[in-house]
Structures are given as structure tokens and as C-alpha cells.
């Protein structure tokens, strides 16, 4: 581990005081906007997770309680998973026909957990096409300046986290169990249920006030981890059954082919977090899952400690954080794909304990 004083760094308690000066002006000018604004576009980016959804549910939720009219759209359906946030079914899945005048007709377009217009995919045109103000918050690095005003804090744990210093940085008023349970939901599992670095004393500051506003942590946890299908079980078993160590055991990684998943009558959606379990190996400091995916391969990196993961990522075109980054490779046969990943990872698994 780092020395204590690099440690204390970027620690979630510093932040508050720490607050930039520019951080301060966007929440002012955001919440301005959320004041005096009328019609309201809600996105996130592709494969929403529970950060974007929650999210999502949160602020559109806050929102309408002040009257506002709001828009939820994403390029994707809304996963099966996060159905329990939505009871009313008011996330959409983008159709340009139907939505295209929403969001050239909205007054602000709030883009959460991305800051990469070409996330959001089939909606990228519509969103910058529009005369709206943009509006990006989001925790992920190497933000792209689409957006203004911009809440930016790569040091969050979460969207959900920042949202909520963003809404109730003055007091929880407001904070009904609709946008405490999406914004419960939205750290939950963006911090692998409270464990991930960046989860420090202020998340837990912030899960106490939602459990206290209304968030069930036994419900939320038990909708998003303990409902799988007999099929995702039976996957993870024969995905487990494949992992293989390199290095002395210092990496280890996963692959899932697109047999694997018409086989046991899964999906994509099936195999989130399967990154936990070659992480969990005693020795292993990188894990790998490849994912094959239509026309090319999916991969997800995870790393323990100063390993700065996400710089192997964008070797091969991805991006994300040190300990969490992911890439997609267009065609390639998997097996020649992992042999690639697989050698440039070296370096990373050798060097920066
Ligand atoms: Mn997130």
C-alpha cells in the first residue's frame, strides 16, 4: 500500500472543504438550472448500470416533485434488474421517431454517469443537436467538454454519490424513499456493495441518511443481487470452471463465449461483476473477464492498488478508472485477442505495487 500521507489523498472526508471553487459554481449554476427550467431530458449511457438508473431515478423523481416535466430516455431498455426502481415504467429505450422532439424540445438535457457523448450511442445526435443546455454529471476520467455547467469529481464513488451532494449538500429536505432508494441503489453498486477504494466515511455519511429517508438496504440488495435465473447460476459455473492463472498467479482471467450464453439462455446483462471472482484469488493483483460480444470482444479489467489498469485499457482503445477500466475490440478471434491482452498485461502486473 501507498504511504499513509498519499493515502489520506483524495480520501471521500477532504472533500467537502476541499471542494474546488469550480465545483462550487456548477452546483450553483445546476441547481439554478433545476430552479428555473421547465422540460427536463434524462440519459445515461449504454448498458446502463445501477449508478446510471438510480441515478436517473433519483433526479427525475426530485425533479417532478417540483413540477418539472421530465423526460427519462436511454439508448438501451431499461435491464430487467432495475425494473423495481421504475414501478411506473417511465424509463424509455430511444426511438428518434417518438423522443426526437423531446429532446430538441427540452430546456436542459441532464447526461449522468458518462461524460462521453458517444456513449450515449444511438442518442448522441439527437442530444447534441439540440438547443437545450447540457448538463454532465459524472465520476469517470477523461471527461469530454460537450456539457455546460459540468459536476465532474472522479474521486466520487459514484453518480449517485455526487447527486447527492449536488440536491441535499444543504439539508436532506426533499429526500423522499423514491430518490433515496435510486440514489442507495446507485452507490450500492457502484462501490461492489461498499467495498471499492473510494468508498470512505462520507458514503457511508450519505448510505446512513438514505437508509434513514426511506432506502431498505435488505430489499435493494436482494432485487439487484438475489434474483438470478437457474441459467446465469449454471454460467458462472462453467466460467469459473475455465479460469486460468498467468504470471505466478498475479493475474488471473475469465472467458465467456457467445456459446456459453445461448447455451444457458443468458445475455450480456448476465455476466455483471463476474469481474469479483478472479479478483478474489489470494495472489492475484489483475483479473480479466473477455466477453465475446457480436463482431468482436468485450473485455473488462480490474486491478488492486497502485496498478493503473486503465492505462493497459487504452492501449487497446478503452478508458476507465486505475482499478476498473474496460475496451472493445471489433473482430478478432477471442482466443488471438486474450493472447494480445494477455502479453501487454504484463508489464502492468510486474510493475506499480
Ligand atoms: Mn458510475
Known amino acids: 500500500m501507498a504511504n499513509p500521507e498519499e493515502m489520506r489523498e483524495g480520501m471521500p472526508e477532504d472533500r467537502p472543504e476541499g471542494m474546488p471553487g469550480s465545483m462550487k459554481e456548477a452546483i450553483r449554476a445546476i441547481l439554478g438550472l433545476f430552479r428555473t427550467r421547465e422540460r427536463f431530458v434524462l440519459t445515461t449511457h449504454i448498458n446502463p448500470d445501477g449508478d446510471g438508473i438510480g441515478s436517473e431515478i433519483a433526479l427525475a423523481s426530485w425533479l417532478r416533485k417540483r413540477g418539472k416535466e421530465v423526460r427519462v430516455i436511454n439508448h438501451s ?6 425494473r423495481f426502481l421504475d414501478p411506473g415504467g417511465t424509463v424509455g429505450e430511444f426511438d428518434p421517431d417518438r423522443d426526437g422532439p423531446a429532446i430538441a424540445g427540452a430546456d436542459v438535457i441532464v447526461v449522468l454517469d458518462t461524460n ?32 455546460s455547467p459540468a459536476l465532474l469529481d472522479e474521486n466520487a464513488t459514484s453518480t449517485g454519490e455526487i447527486l447527492y451532494r449536488l440536491l441535499f449538500g444543504e439539508g436532506d429536505e426533499g429526500l423522499t424513499a423514491e430518490v433515496a432508494t435510486g440514489l442507495y441503489c446507485a452507490i ?26 426511506g432506502a431498505d438496504p435488505v430489499r435493494i440488495y436482494a432485487e439487484v443481487y438475489e434474483r438470478w435465473s437457474k441459467g446465469r447460476i449454471h454460467l458462472l459455473g462453467e466460467v469459473l470452471a475455465g479460469l486460468r492463472t498467468e504470471f505466478e498467479g498475479r493475474l488471473a482471467h475469465i472467458t465467456i463465449t457467445r456459446e456459453m450464453l445461448s ?23 489483475v483479473g480479466i473477464l473477455f466477453l465475446e460480444i457480436e463482431g468482436g470482444v468485450k473485455i473488462s479489467f480490474r486491478s488492486k492498488g497502485m496498478i493503473p489498469i486503465n492505462a493497459l485499457a487504452m492501449e487497446f482503445g478503452g478508458n476507465g478508472h486505475k482499478n476498473a477500466a474496460g475496451a ?21 502486473v510486474t510493475g506499480g505495487e
Open 328 to 348: 472493445r475490440i471489433a473482430g478478432g478471434e477471442t482466443g488471438e485477442v486474450r493472447a494480445r491482452v494477455l502479453s501487454a498485461a504484463l508489464k502492468y
Open 188 to 213: 450500492m453498486t457502484d462501490t461492489g456493495s461498499f467495498r471499492y477504494p473510494r468508498t470512505g466515511p462520507l458514503t457511508h455519511t450519505i448510505l446512513s441518511r438514505l437508509i434513514a429517508c
Open 116 to 147: 462521453h457523448p458517444d456513449r450515449l450511442q444511438s442518442m448522441k445526435e439527437a442530444v447534441l443537436g439540440s438547443p437545450a443546455t447540457k448538463v454532465c454529471i459524472d465520476h469517470h476520467l477523461d471527461p469530454d467538454p460537450f456539457a
Open 77 to 82: 431498455p431499461l435491464p430487467a434488474v432495475y
Open 263 to 285: 447455451r444457458t439462455g443468458t445475455s450480456e446483462e448476465d455476466t455483471d461483476n463476474f469481474t469479483t471472482y478472479p479478483m478474489s484469488v489470494d495472489g492475484v493483483r
